[in-house]
Every structure is written in C-alpha cells, then in structure tokens.
C-alpha cells in the first residue's frame, strides 16, 4: 500500500509583538511581556514548512565550490546612480540581492526609493508597489521629484496574493515593497503588520523573487526604540540591512547599513530632504564644523572616521567656576564616561584644577561620535576654555588620549589629513608613535606628540614658559605652562 505524504498540523501560539513561540496559550508573552498578545497558528508537526520557518528555498544538489567559482564573470552591479546610496551597497544592486530599507515613518524612505528606483529603470523594470498610498500620491510624489515614468510600473495594493500575480506577469527586475507592514495573505492568520503577516508575506515574496534574479527592496517602519515588529524579523532573511535616520536635528538623513552580503557595513550614506527630494551630501567634510572666529576659546577640530569616511568634527568646551558643591560634568555627542577620564587624564597630567570648575562638554553640529580620535580635540577645547586661549583655527587634533596622558595613534591617518587639509587646515597634531603618515602630498604639517603636555604646549604654546622640576629632576619648560595657567 502507498504511504500516504500528509503533513500534520498541530496549534502553536505565537507572540504578535515579538514573535516568540509557545506550545500553550500565554496571557503574558514570557519574553517581551506584552499581555494578550499570544495568537494562535498552525505549524505542521514533522520537518516544519518553509513556509513556517520563514526561510526560502535554494534547494540544489551538492556542487563542488571550484566548479562555481570559477565559472564566468562576477555578477554585475548595477548603480542607481544616487552615490551615496551606491556606496552603502558597495557599488550598486547585484541580481537576486534582497534589501530591507528600515527608518522611522517620515524619514524619507519612500522618496529615496523612488528616486533610486526612477534610476535604476533603464537597466531593471522596476515594480513599485504602494500599500500605504494610493496611485495618485505616489505619481504627485514622482512629479514633485521630477520623475517621468519611464519603465516604472505602479501598484497599490496590501494583499500578497495579487502582488505575486502581478510579479508573475511583469516580471520586473526591481521589486520595492512599500512597505512590509502593510502587506497581508488572506490565508495567514493575524492583522497586517503581525508578527506572522510581516514574516510569511515577506518569505513568500523572497521566495518569488530568489531565483528569477530579481532585486527584491523591503520597505519597513521602526519606531523610535526600534520594537516595532518587521525590520528586526527580517534581519536574518535578507541579504543587506540598511537604516535611514537623522542626525543633525532632523537637517541630515544618515544611511547606514548594518548588515551587508555584498557590500560594507561601515559606510554612511549622507542627504538632506529638500523640496525636489533627497539630494546627496557628497562634501561632508566641514559640515559639523562651525566656523568661529579666530580669537574664539574652547573649541578644537578633529577628523573623526564615521565608516570609512573622514569627517571634520569641532569639540566644544566650557569650563566656568562652578556655584554646587559638587561641580557639574555634562557630554554632549562624546561618550560621558570617556569625557570624565579625560577631565581626570588633564587633572592628573597637565596639572589643570578642574575640582571647582563645571565643564560643558559638547560637538558642534549635533554630531554623535565614539571615536576616540577625537579625545585630543575634546582635550584641547577644554584646555582652551580653561585657560581663555584660543586654539590656532589652522590646527587640527586627531588622537586618542590614555590615562597615563600619552597620545595613541589612529587608524586612517592619511586619509584623515587629507580630509583636514582639503578643508583648508594648515597643521595637524598628531600621535608620534606607530608608523608616521606618509601623506606628504596632503600639504598639511604634521607635528607628532606623545603626550598630553607635548599637545598642550603646541596648542597654547605662546604662554609664558618657567621652568619646573619633573618628578625625576629634569627641566621641563613644556610642562611649565601648563603649570603656569593654574598657578
Ligand atoms: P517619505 O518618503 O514619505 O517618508 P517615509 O516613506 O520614510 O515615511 O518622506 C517623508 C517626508 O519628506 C515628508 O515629511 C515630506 C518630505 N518631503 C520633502 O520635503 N520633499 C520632497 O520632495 C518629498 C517627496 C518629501
Ligand atoms: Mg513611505
């Protein structure tokens, strides 16, 4: 007799707001804590679907990797021509790639997609589908961007089944779905945007998709903290994540991609909104820097890397005598924990009597950067505003400052001076260990220190000099400033 090939079914609860599965139904989900947001679904019992695994199907026979790899030419790329986007996926799209494109509602993710996707068009047949406007708003929208149509064809519907159809029939090289939460198969169970819908309408379209070589774009919403279910289910699915937000009071939109198969994940993309739409920021360099006066205290410039990109980012300090009992520390755009054992690192080595004083601690522009080259900055602009002297404004400070006051080198220095001289910085105070910079081509002078004094003395070197005896008996007339200041 025949076996019979049926798959068993049995019930499983699963949490709408983060997608943990159960075997009982819960009142309280045991791992986000929603409250009633356990829904029931059906899984089948041996093996599970794909379908319910959320995974899509390569399935293909044992080859040996050497009969691939060296079969033909790598996969061409194709760049939709919007720079700073083409940067983030590494050139451009390659066929079959699935991007999820995430950011908070408003951030310009429909605008940007349709933009890049108006460019991609003479290469790819693109398939725009709209779940959360209608024909009309998305074709307003592409007027106001100066978008024509081209081989752009439009489809505003929220049921999967019909945009499978349509995919069927299109059959478009460029698929952008706008977006994932909105999307819902009739047959699955749970509202649009549930955790269930988001995950087996997202699959199943992958699964349409993969294999056709067609460039899947997922459009998805976070909320500010980033539960929202959708983006963060799909991370593992997919084969580049990319996160739109702003910097900058809402004034820059930051593209960043946080996984990447095919390209690097330490890039940034940089627009701002206008009223034709996104524009490139292609001249980042000096954007976070604000041009003060020549005689202004308590600011110093470094060059921090964002990615792999050099940016110009201006540290601001303001060290005033404090009114409270326990003087007051603030961080702005620097990490506060860093910016104390700075306060301490120029306690300990510069001799610089901070006990009394508030220091205000912040980067110009609204920036946010963790990157320890920009501590001898930080360091100086404080220096700065203590002493009421102003840093040369040709200088610039690129290095990282240690407990015991010495200065460490960072990576990228060639390419940070460039960025440094190309915004018209004359001199760079940089770590004297390592290798020194090569960049001789960059028309910048280099000064290489090794410590915090070393620094001091080039910064605000035009102080009185006395000498005074190190701990170990030697004269030190660099030290002697410093000393000089809180004497
Ligand atoms: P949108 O792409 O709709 O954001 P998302 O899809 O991420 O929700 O863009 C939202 C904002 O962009 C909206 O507030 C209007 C603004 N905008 C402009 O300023 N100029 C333009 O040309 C366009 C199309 C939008
Ligand atoms: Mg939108």
């Not at 999967?160 to 029939?169: G, V, Y």
Request: net charge neutral; with cysteine.
């Amino acid at each position: 007799m025949k076996k019979q090939s049926s798959v068993r079914l049995r019930a499983q609860y699963r949490c709408t707001e983060c997608g943990y599965a159960a075997a009982k139904p819960l009142g309280q989900c045991p791992d986000c804590s929603a409250w009633n947001s356990m829904i029931e679904e059906a899984v089948a019992e041996e093996g599970k679907t794909k379908a319910s695994r959320g995974l899509v199907d390569f399935s293909s026979t044992p080859t040996p990797l050497a009969d691939l790899a060296s079969g033909g030419p790598p996969a061409e790329r194709s760049a939709t021509g919007l720079g700073e986007f083409d940067r983030l996926l590494g050139g451009g799209v390659v066929p079959g790639q699935v991007v999820l494109l995430a950011g908070p509602p408003g951030i310009g993710k429909s605008t940007l997609m349709l933009q890049a996707a108006a460019r991609l068009c003479p290469k790819l047949s693109v398939l725009y589908v709209s779940g959360e406007e209608s024909l009309k708003q998305v074709a307003e929208r592409a007027r106001r961007l100066g978008i024509t149509g081209g081989a752009i064809t439009l489809l505003s519907e929220t049921d999967l089944s019909k945009i499978l159809a349509a995919m069927e029939t299109l059959k478009p090289g460029l698929v952008v779905l706008d977006s994932v939460q909105t999307v819902h198969h009739p047959e699955w169970p749970g509202t649009p945007g549930s955790v269930a819908q988001v995950r087996e309408c997202s699959a199943e379209l992958l699964r349409a998709a993969k294999g056709k070589d067609t460039v899947v774009f997922l459009l998805g919403h976070v909320t500010k903290e980033g539960s929202l279910a959708g983006p963060k289910l799909l991370e593992h699915l997919v084969d580049t994540v990319l996160y739109f937000d702003t910097e900058r009071h809402d004034l820059l939109r930051v593209l960043r991609a946080s996984k990447n198969r095919f390209g690097p994940t330490d890039e940034i993309g940089l627009f701002e909104m206008a009223a034709g739409g996104l524009t490139e920021v292609r001249d980042a360099a000096s954007l976070f820097v604000e041009g003060a006066g020549p005689g202004t205290c308590g600011r110093a410039v470094s060059v921090a890397l964002e990615g792999s990109r050099p940016i110009l980012a201006e540290a601001q300090a303001l060290v005033v005598t404090t009114r409270y009992p326990l003087p007051r520390r603030t961080a702005t755009g620097l990490e506060y924990n860093r910016v104390l054992m700075l306060l301490a690192a120029m306690e300990k080595h510069l001799k610089l009597r901070l006990e009394d004083k508030d220091v205000f601690v912040s980067l110009a522009g609204g920036l946010k950067m963790n990157d320890p080259a920009m501590d001898l900055a930080a360091c100086m602009a404080v220096l700065s505003s203590a002493r009421d002297a102003a840093v040369p404004s040709d200088m610039v400070f690129i290095g990282e400052v240690g407990l015991l006051g010495r200065i460490g080198r960072v990576p990228n220095l060639d390419g940070r001076l460039r960025e440094a001289a190309k915004a018209g910085f004359k001199r760079a105070v940089v770590a004297s260990s390592g290798k020194p910079p090569t960049g001789r081509h960059t028309g910048i002078a280099v000064n290489p220190v090794a410590t915090l004094q070393e620094a001091a003395a080039l910064c605000c070197g035009s102080q009185p000099q006395k000498s005074v005896k190190n701990i170990d008996g030697h004269q030190d007339a660099r030290s002697a400033t410093i000393d000089d200041d809180n004497a």
